[in-house]
């Protein structure tokens, strides 16, 4: 199976950070980002673009990515997102992407999960996952999420 094209595909969405690599035609914005969360291992650089993704494209349908990422037992790691989402969208005072998000927050924090993962990096070491624990933000945390990233701009 051919692996997907995550950076090129954040690139043709329109995120900065991968400008510089050549245009190709748009994916949808939700399947990338469902197909994103489900991967063990992603390089950060991409999972580093998802809570732009989220907060860019916030009209995309939630309802087929909560569904899905539930099925796939991945609503924390969406939750996560949503949240760094709304943490990137907060200073731009843009109430309507803000509320649209939230409510797909309250969505996912009657199904969240209370078993521990991780943010695409399945493959970190014991010493990696200790220390993310101890130093994670309390948003990684409620979401049980192994993560260090944040909502701050990219």
């Not at 609503?75 to 109430?95: E, Y």
């Not at 992407?97 to 399945?122: F, P, V």
């Amino acid at each position: 199976m051919k692996k997907r094209d995550y950076a090129g595909d954040l690139r043709a969405l329109g995120y900065p950070k991968f400008s510089y690599l050549k245009e190709k035609k748009s994916p949808d914005p939700k399947e990338l980002l469902f197909d994103a969360l489900d991967e063990r291992d992603l390089d950060s650089r991409i999972v580093e673009g998802l809570p732009w993704l989220a907060v860019t494209y916030v009209d995309m349908d939630w309802d087929w990515l909560v569904q899905n990422a539930s099925l796939h037992r991945r609503q924390n790691r969406l939750g996560f997102v949503v949240a760094l989402a709304i943490d990137l969208a907060r200073p731009k005072s843009d109430n309507e992407r803000l509320l649209k998000l939230r409510q797909q927050l309250e969505k996912l924090e009657t199904i969240r999960l209370a078993e521990e993962d991780t943010l695409c990096h399945d493959s970190m070491t014991t010493t990696e996952r200790a220390w993310l624990r101890a130093h994670r933000s309390p948003t990684a945390a409620h979401w049980n999420i192994l993560s260090d990233l944040t909502g701050r701009e990219p």
